[in-house]
């Protein structure tokens, strides 16, 4: 019954997703808000849940993480999943983001990487040349045993909410390899990008078969959906991201793509690239704060539906002017086959974890 | 007779700036490249600059600078002009811009402001109220004494070379008030901004007041033209631009338009906005290097020269490679009236002035 239903709405979308051939994957949590939405059904209220939900906003978080590693906290399956589920308790949001760190399939394929509070990743020896890629060690796929594990444990956790894996995108991954760590404007990458382009594949290659193998165990240890994370491809020309990136992207999502579940795609300051990036073959694009949903609808055909885009600076705003943008937001969601509320970047560190719950309630309560 | 040269390509320019009533500061080095170029008339070769040309990249600016402060530094007439001649002398650039840094009006008004190396402008107490606003002190316009001399020292020595006037954008400068130092995406200013919009405009109004008469303060002691550099501009919607930010970046150029000599406006990742920045009122719009020459003109409706747009990340690959790139910025460039080729951002202080050096040579030969 419930695949029935999946199947009737996934018909009414236009060519963004078929369901004929998909493994029985498909059907996880069909019937949820989230999964009908990521389908470009429209339903009574429109459903919602926040990037970097699962974080420094929640005292919970914050306590549970006192004297563990970034990245020990990410690979220890309990504490993971306990991380992944504190926000969709509090603040009964429609799914979880699992919890953990673009970098955590570097590290687990054994390259030196730590996460430095208040910075981020930060790598002991940067991958700059020919040699570093080709020195780059492949990832067994025994050592994502973590990750599925604190996938298994959430999702049997969670019932009928779904879970949404997590990856982070070739360019963005490799950015952080190639600069050594966090970066303005991956001046370095990009010169790589242009300099020596066979190293610049290898990389990227590289980068996208262990993103994809930490993005597809999620999925087949339960996740629901799938979103990949290309948080500095705003830092690209178009013609930089078609040529250079989007391949490597669209290779990164293969082997999820393959389990039939929706994924989403998302970046930051990349309305210029949002066709291109759709383009990779994913299902729904989220857009950061900059661009007016309708807009955002407007150069994707009006034929994908939309995930977005509060704009995180207003938590910080009273609640009337908070409010007053979110209204606009999903009026302005009306123009897409769907929409998902999100803000337009992760939660700020600073956020009253109240706000975001009483922007649940609005939001569901808002026809 | 170099007057007459002057009107004579003006009226070639579709409405972008009208002659017949400027005072006689308009023809100031009228003939040089560079002005023709920002007045939309097309020489042999393409004018060329960089934006941060005078600083780090250069190690007789290390010598010069050690041991000052860097805003003592731009307040010390002789040191502050011999900064903005020395890549004029090395690289035989075609004009300087003014060593100088956006938060010099904030300092000469009184506020407890300082540059942190590595870091860039902090201030102590932070605006973040109504109150905070109402207690920004006027600027003396007495204060910009330094200013006047500095630019009159450089303008002698420069001759026949333009000089550029230097000043931030009331929104950039606003945010390293707000926020109290350099942010990633201006949260709290955004917040700010919504939240009480009285505050807002009162503060807007003041950073357009003396930032506005630092740049009129450039050009009566001899500039030739002025860039406004509204950097952070791109974190905003054009919504908000359009509201809350263009109106008082208008206000902010008031006293040099007065004055005659064209004006260059630049943001980074601002190619949805470029049209509502070139709207201020400006003649010649600055592109980052993420939005193609050709498509920023089409933006502009063909109507308006273009100063840009290579990425500096390229400045630290091979030789061929970068010329590849300088190359198709240049055709590009020609579907604008005029094309001034600079960065499509500074200068990055690891950049081997060498490279700077041939790229002006390779520009000035090619056709």
Known sequence: MIRGEAQEHVSNVNGVSTSSAHPPFIDRNASSALVRAYRGERGESTPVWFMRQAGRSLPEYRELRMGTDMLDACLNPAMASEITLQPVRRHGVDAAIFFSDIVIPVRLAGVDVRIVPGRGPVLENPVRS?????????????????????????????????????????????????????????????????????????LLSWCAEITGAFLAAQIEAGASAGQLFDSWAGSLSLADYTAHVAPFSQRAIA?????GVPLVHFGIGTGELLAAMHGIGVDVM??????????ASRRLGDAVPLQGNVDPALLAAPWPVLEAHVRDVLARGKAAPAHVLNLGHGVPPTTDPDVLTRLVEFVHTHA
Chains 1, 2 share one sequence.
């Open 255 to 259: 082997p999820a793509r393959a389990l």
């Open 286 to 295: 989220g857009v950061d704060w900059r661009l007016p949903l309708d807009e």
């Open 130 to 202: 020919a040699a570093d890629v080709a020195a780059l060690p492949p990832l067994d796929p025994d050592a994502l045993a973590p990750i599925r594990e604190a996938v298994g444990l959430t999702v049997d956790a969670l019932g009928a909410t779904p879970l949404i894996g997590f990856a982070g995108a070739p360019y963005t991954l490799a950015s952080y390899l190639v600069e050594g760590g966090p970066s303005k404007e991956q001046m370095l990458t990009r010169a790589m990008m242009h300099s020596d382009p066979d190293a610049w594949a290898a």
